[in-house]
């Protein structure tokens, strides 16, 4: 067992407790300042020191302390060589620091150190390169940036906490900050002194989802303090963490919440306001809010002593109106703070006038236009008809069709709604992008839909069935844009990658395509029954092949199959068929490696079938009976391509000449397996065959002969 210290003379002295002996078995100088921490890693193999000189220091504890130089220490006034390694240098002060565990990066792949000091950050180093590999910020400070209130931020001590991958730090203004290594952020803090708290505000930012799949918010998750400081202090009322909202660059004199206590309105000596609201991708399940700045209200020439929401909002969907501010220049303002309105269109006959807003929905107006006879006699006014409600997040993109009296719209939680003007339903709903879609339009007559999305893609849907039939892909960025001309030739999409993409309707082209070959497969299927008819067995099987119809180049062979030579002393005289056909087997004999490639691709799938084993083996003794071996071998040649046999390797081979003879692999081992099942199968038969002939033989024997005990006695 030993002991570890550093002390004010800048050495780090080691001193075993198993020994009897009251002096350092080991004292290690390399820094000129008070060593502030000492971190040994769980191996007990490193030593790592750090103090006030900006500097870390890495030393040798395994090679010094082997069984040879331990046993040397024991003596007093002998001491243990402990060599330093590795110098690092920080370029800061460091009050804390500590080895990773090997489960944090730590010693399994290089050995890493965490630093926590004078400038309020907690980094992560790389011994064995000397660089910072994480930094782990999240302790906030207000926008004075003077040295008094950057010294509030330093820390003063930092503890690693390896049983839940944190590293927990305390900064000089008594708050203590939680870093989670896994997910390199900031999970907790506590906040130890507010000093004059001015203004306080109950805040319900935090949704959850019940049995039913309903969002609820709740009403008080959440607590606004302000102080006699430029920071907004939120404190999560069941946890007691706290973030701190910095913007403001004097004191934050009031508070208020608005729009069902989801928002934050704060007043500053700044002459100006601001509102807060949390970040969608904060909500999530089990994680608190992340705030922002969503508005800065500048017109005021003092102090913002004052400030108020409008009280009265929709419950379902609570929403702000109005806000106002009161100030030490003595006057009283009202803003407008309603949702950004994000797309505006007009109906083809000029009657309505649709919006899209952050505030997750779309709003239909009337408008009301008049032009009398006259300069600056026009006349317009617009009346609110129906606010279509049912997307979750905010709405990008509003469309009226030119030829149904429906409103497309395009939302953030990646869905696009069809509404109806008569009742203000939504009609039906399109799902299928990965992201926020941003534009909707309408395509062939209203039949159709064309979306881009921030996930760079464009589709196009069939408006009866709610499907996607085409997805278009060339962008890498979010696609702002998308035009389509009054032809509807080509649609035109433009995205954040600088790139601007021409989409041609290819729909005619591709039926023409598809009657083109229709029409020529009737062609050819006509050949086939000509040269079936006429006789010509070679260009039939050559057709069928080239057609890929296995079922028609199988219904020729079986045709012909039974006018085959089957005695053996066939075989023996060197019988004119073997397929049936002599036509048959010159075609086998003469087929180019290409066709016979495709052929034997037929043929493996034959012979798995016990309908049609018969065929394929037919056509495989042919093959082998017909052409040497060598002929065969040049099917599979690298430089002859062959289609067909490429299938047949399935793996991922390095080149041509591997995948062939991967093919070649993959057709014997699909052959063997089945022709030895018939075989086995086939003498089975004969052998029940001669036992049946033995039983009849046995039946009539017993039949025609009678025995002399049935001859009748006559007499």
Same mark, same amino acid.
């Given at each position: 067992?030993?002991?570890?210290?550093?002390?004010?003379?800048?050495?780090?002295?080691?001193?075993?407790?198993?020994?009897?002996?009251?002096?350092?078995?080991?004292?290690?100088?390399?820094?000129?300042?008070?060593?502030?921490?000492?971190?040994?890693?769980?191996?007990?193999?490193?030593?790592?020191?750090?103090?006030?000189?900006?500097?870390?220091?890495?030393?040798?504890?395994?090679?010094?302390?082997?069984?040879?130089?331990?046993?040397?220490?024991?003596?007093?006034?002998?001491?243990?060589?402990?060599?330093?390694?590795?110098?690092?240098?920080?370029?800061?002060?460091?009050?804390?620091?500590?080895?990773?565990?090997?489960?944090?990066?730590?010693?399994?792949?290089?050995?890493?150190? =965490?630093?926590?000091?004078?400038?309020?950050?907690?980094?992560?180093?790389?011994?064995?390169?000397?660089?910072?590999?994480?930094?782990?910020?999240?302790?906030?400070?207000?926008?004075?940036?003077?040295?008094?209130?950057?010294?509030?931020?330093?820390?003063?001590?930092?503890?690693?906490?390896?049983?839940?991958?944190?590293?927990?730090?305390?900064?000089?203004?008594?708050?203590?900050?939680?870093?989670?290594?896994?997910?390199?952020?900031?999970?907790?803090?506590?906040?130890?002194?507010?000093?004059?708290?001015?203004?306080?505000?109950?805040?319900?930012?935090?949704?959850?989802?019940?049995?039913?799949?309903?969002?609820?918010?709740?009403?008080?998750?959440?607590?606004?303090?302000?102080?006699?400081?430029?920071?907004?202090?939120?404190?999560?009322?069941?946890?007691?963490?706290?973030?701190?909202?910095?913007?403001?660059?004097?004191?934050?004199?009031?508070?208020?919440?608005?729009?069902?206590?989801?928002?934050?309105?704060?007043?500053?000596?700044?002459?100006?306001?601001?509102?807060?609201?949390?970040?969608?991708?904060?909500?999530?399940?089990?994680?608190?809010?992340?705030? @922002?700045?969503?508005?800065?209200?500048?017109?005021?020439?003092?102090?913002?002593?004052?400030?108020?929401?409008?009280?009265?909002?929709?419950?379902?969907?609570?929403?702000?109106?109005?806000?106002?501010?009161?100030? @030490?220049?003595?006057?009283?303002?009202?803003?407008?703070?309603?949702?950004?309105?994000?797309?505006?269109?007009?109906?083809?006959?000029?009657?309505?006038?649709?919006?899209?807003? @952050?505030?997750?929905?779309?709003?239909?107006?009337? &408008?009301?236009?008049?032009?009398?006879?006259?300069?600056?006699?026009?006349?317009?006014?617009?009346?609110?008809?129906?606010?279509?409600?049912?997307?979750?997040?905010?709405?990008?993109?509003?469309?009226?069709?030119?030829?149904?009296?429906?409103?497309?719209?395009?939302?953030?939680?990646?869905?696009?709604?069809?509404?109806?003007?008569?009742? =203000?339903?939504?009609?039906?709903?399109?799902?299928?992008?990965?992201?926020?879609?941003?534009?909707?339009?309408?395509?062939?007559?209203?039949?159709?839909?064309?979306?881009?999305?921030?996930?760079?893609?464009?589709?196009?849907?069939?408006?009866?069935?709610?499907?996607?039939?085409?997805?278009?892909?060339?962008?890498?960025?979010?696609?702002?844009?998308?035009?389509?001309?009054?032809?509807?030739?080509?649609?035109?999409?433009?995205?954040?990658?600088?790139?601007?993409?021409?989409?041609?309707?290819?729909?005619?082209?591709?039926?023409?395509?598809?009657?083109?070959?229709?029409?020529?497969?009737?062609?050819?299927?006509?050949?086939?029954?000509?040269?079936?008819?006429?006789?010509?067995?070679?260009?039939?099987?050559?057709?069928?092949?080239?057609?890929?119809?296995?079922?028609?180049?199988?219904?020729?062979?079986?045709?012909?199959?039974?006018?085959?030579? &089957?005695?053996?002393?066939?075989?023996?005289?060197?019988?004119?068929?073997?397929?049936?056909?002599?036509?048959?087997?010159?075609?086998?004999?003469?087929?180019?490696?290409?066709?016979?490639?495709?052929?034997?691709?037929?043929?493996?799938?034959?012979?798995?079938?016990?309908?049609? =084993?018969?065929?394929?083996?037919?056509?495989?003794?042919?093959?082998?009976?017909?052409?040497?071996?060598?002929?065969?071998?040049?099917?599979?040649?690298?430089?002859?391509?062959?289609?067909?046999?490429?299938?047949?390797?399935?793996?991922?081979?390095?080149?041509?000449?591997?995948?062939?003879?991967?093919?070649?692999?993959?057709?014997?081992?699909?052959?063997?397996?089945?022709?030895?099942?018939?075989?086995?199968?086939?003498?089975?038969?004969?052998?029940?065959?001669?036992?049946?002939?033995?039983?009849?033989?046995?039946?009539?024997?017993?039949?025609?002969?009678?025995?002399?005990?049935?001859?009748?006695?006559?007499?």
């Amino acid at each position: 067992m030993r002991l570890i210290t550093g002390s004010v003379d800048s050495r780090v002295r080691i001193f075993d407790l198993k020994l009897q002996r009251t002096d350092p078995i080991a004292v290690l100088e390399g820094h000129i300042s008070v060593p502030r921490s000492l971190s040994v890693s769980f191996d007990g193999k490193w030593l790592v020191t750090a103090g006030r000189d900006s500097v870390i220091l890495v030393w040798d504890l395994h090679s010094a302390f082997s069984s040879g130089q331990s046993q040397s220490s024991t003596k007093k006034g002998t001491r243990v060589d402990v060599k330093l390694v590795k110098t690092v240098p920080v370029l800061e002060q460091i009050e804390a620091a500590g080895i990773l565990s090997a489960s944090d990066g730590g010693e399994e792949k290089s050995l890493k150190v =965490f630093t926590a000091g004078e400038k309020g950050v907690v980094k992560v180093w790389d011994v064995n390169s000397g660089k910072v590999t994480l930094t782990l910020e999240g302790h906030t400070v207000g926008a004075d940036s003077s040295e008094a209130v950057e010294e509030q931020g330093q820390i003063i001590n930092a503890v690693y906490l390896s049983q839940t991958s944190t590293i927990a730090s305390l900064h000089a203004d008594q708050t203590i900050l939680f870093h989670s290594l896994k997910t390199r952020t900031l999970s907790r803090q506590f906040i130890g002194y507010n000093d004059q708290i001015i203004d306080a505000t109950f805040l319900g930012p935090t949704q959850h989802t019940d049995d039913d799949g309903e969002h609820h918010t709740s009403s008080t998750s959440h607590l606004a303090l302000a102080t006699n400081s430029s920071l907004i202090r939120i404190y999560d009322t069941s946890t007691l963490d706290a973030r701190l909202l910095s913007g403001h660059t004097d004191m934050v004199l009031c508070l208020d919440k608005g729009a069902g206590r989801r928002v934050l309105g704060s007043g500053s000596k700044d002459k100006s306001a601001r509102i807060w609201a949390p970040s969608e991708g904060g909500e999530g399940a089990g994680e608190d809010p992340s705030w @922002q700045c969503v508005a800065i209200c500048e017109g005021h020439t003092e102090s913002v002593g004052a400030i108020a929401f409008s009280r009265r909002s929709d419950s379902a969907s609570p929403s702000l109106r109005f806000m106002v501010t009161g100030s @030490q220049d003595r006057t009283i303002k009202l803003w407008d703070v309603q949702s950004d309105i994000n797309s505006l269109d007009v109906s083809p006959n000029d009657q309505f006038l649709a919006t899209a807003s @952050q505030d997750k929905t779309a709003k239909i107006f009337s &408008v009301e236009y008049s032009l009398k006879p006259g300069k600056g006699n026009a006349k317009g006014d617009l009346k609110l008809v129906a606010t279509l409600q049912g997307h979750k997040r905010g709405v990008w993109n509003v469309k009226f069709s030119r030829f149904d009296r429906v409103v497309a719209t395009a939302s953030g939680d990646k869905s696009v709604k069809l509404w109806s003007l008569e009742s =203000f339903a939504c009609l039906k709903t399109f799902e299928g992008h990965t992201n926020s879609v941003l534009r909707v339009d309408f395509l062939n007559k209203g039949l159709q839909l064309a979306t881009s999305a921030a996930d760079g893609l464009v589709k196009i849907w069939n408006v009866k069935d709610e499907e996607c039939t085409t997805t278009l892909d060339n962008h890498e960025e979010k696609v702002w844009a998308l035009a389509i001309p009054a032809h509807e030739k080509y649609i035109v999409s433009a995205a954040a990658d600088s790139v601007v993409t021409f989409w041609e309707d290819c729909t005619e082209l591709e039926e023409e395509e598809k009657l083109a070959e229709k029409a020529e497969l009737v062609l050819k299927e006509q050949d086939f029954l000509n040269y079936v008819n006429l006789q010509d067995y070679r260009n039939a099987i050559l057709l069928a092949l080239s057609m890929d119809q296995p079922r028609r180049l199988f219904t020729l062979f079986q045709t012909i199959r039974p006018n085959r030579t &089957v005695t053996f002393d066939d075989e023996l005289n060197n019988s004119p068929s073997v397929t049936g056909n002599v036509s048959v087997d010159e075609v086998i004999r003469t087929l180019p490696p290409l066709e016979l490639g495709r052929l034997l691709k037929h043929v493996r799938n034959w012979n798995a079938n016990t309908k049609t =084993f018969a065929v394929a083996q037919t056509i495989l003794h042919a093959v082998l009976k017909l052409r040497p071996a060598a002929d065969i071998l040049k099917t599979f040649d690298p430089s002859e391509s062959n289609e067909a046999l490429m299938e047949l390797a399935d793996e991922e081979v390095v080149g041509p000449k591997d995948k062939d003879m991967r093919a070649l692999k993959e057709l014997l081992d699909a052959l063997i397996p089945y022709t030895e099942r018939h075989l086995n199968r086939a003498e089975k038969l004969i052998q029940d065959s001669y036992v049946v002939d033995y039983i009849l033989n046995e039946m009539d024997s017993g039949i025609l002969v009678p025995s002399e005990n049935d001859a009748m006695e006559i007499s």
